[in-house]
Structure formats: structure tokens, C-alpha cells
């Protein structure tokens, strides 16, 4: 289990924690230079805490560099899955399921946000397109033979799932994946997934991902422990 951070004091412990009630072979912080005490907060809490360049894509290869199970998950850290999602996680890769996603349950009661789960699941069911934010996993040797993340700023997770759909497609399990409501409730679920989808549109036209990023990162003032005003880790449309 890899989870990318910068900056996220407040909420790793209690990710981290979530993370071991699965019971996983390891739990591995890959840390982008965190200066609030993130990397020791996750120590603390048991994770295997490795250092790595900013930017959710290389942080994740560092992470899946270092991990040593036979399946890889990918969790943010304002995300959590419930215990089910081991088990079923299990049963998966004994049918030889080689990698997929989970549904989402965003934590906010309004129905905006159930139409918004719908559609990404949709989107994985009907375009084999899993996005970062619905705790990917990958047979290790499968992420392997397609070379793992590539060395971009942004869509480092859309990239890579267009690559795997080639091979196999993804599964979608019940979950539920737990979100924070957190990106669209400051956005708008409108003017957020718009975005993401005119980023992926764009992309798939050729714009280059380092163009991309430029427009997608926030240009507010970085709050050293605020990862909502640090651009170094919105690198990846998300839903």
C-alpha cells in the first residue's frame, strides 16, 4: 500500500490507522518534502516513510519502487477504505483480477455528490479509465510490464490506466473507498469536474502535461501545513 503526501499533518495518522485495519503486507509513505512533520507523524503511526521529488506521479513510482507485495494499492490521504474492501481486494487477485479501482463514497449527504459517484464509476466501467482518487491497484507484475508511472507533472494516473486497459480490463469493487469532500466543495463539483475533463480533453489533443499543470495548479500563496494551498501535489485530475 503506497500513499503520496506533502504536507498532510493533519490527516496521516488517522489515514495511516485506516490503512492497517486492512491488515496489508506494508504500509509505505512516499513524501514529497513535507516541513510539517508529516514523514514523522507517519513513522509514528507504523508507515515505511520513503523521500522522494514532489509531484504525485514520481512519488507514487518511488513508493511502488520500494513496496515488496505481490499487489499494489494507491490511496491518497484523504481517502480511506472500509475493512470490506481487503477482503474483497482477496478474492479479486485469486481471480486473477490484475488491477482496478473502488467505488467511492464522498463524504458530503448532498446528491450532487451521488451523481458524481455514479459517474466515476461509470467511467470505469464503460471507458476503463480509473483516476488516482479511487484507490487504484495493480498486480505488481503487471505494473511492471507496462513500465509503471511515466515522468510527468500531471495525468500521471490517467496515462497510466489508458495503458493497462490495453492489457486487461479494470475491475470496479464495492468498496466503499471513503473521499473527503474537501477539492469540490472549495471548487464546486461543477466548475471541478468541468475542469478535469477540459484537462484530459486537451491532453488527449496533445497538449503537453507540463502546460497542463501550469493551468491546473492553484496559484495561491503556499501556507507551509496547508496542502490546499501548495501546489506541488495537485498533479492529477481527480473525478
Known sequence: MVIPTLNEAPVIASAIGHAWRLDPHE???S?????DGTPRLAAEAGAVVLHGPPGRGAQLSTGAAGATGDVLLLLHADTWLAPEGATQLRRAAERG???GAFRQAIDDPGRRFRWLEWGNAARVRWMRLPYGDQAMFINRRLYLQVGGFAGMPLMEDVELSRRLSRIARPALL?????VSARRWQRQGVVRQTAKNWTLVALWRCGVPPATLARWYRPHSP??????EADPRLETGPSS
Open 174 to 178: 464495492p468498496g466503499p473507498l471513503h
Open 222 to 227: 503556499r501556507v507551509p501545513g496547508n496542502r
Open 31 to 35: 513524501d514529497g518534502g513535507s516541513d
Open 27 to 29: 504500509v509505505i509513505v
Open 97 to 99: 483480477v490484475a488491477w
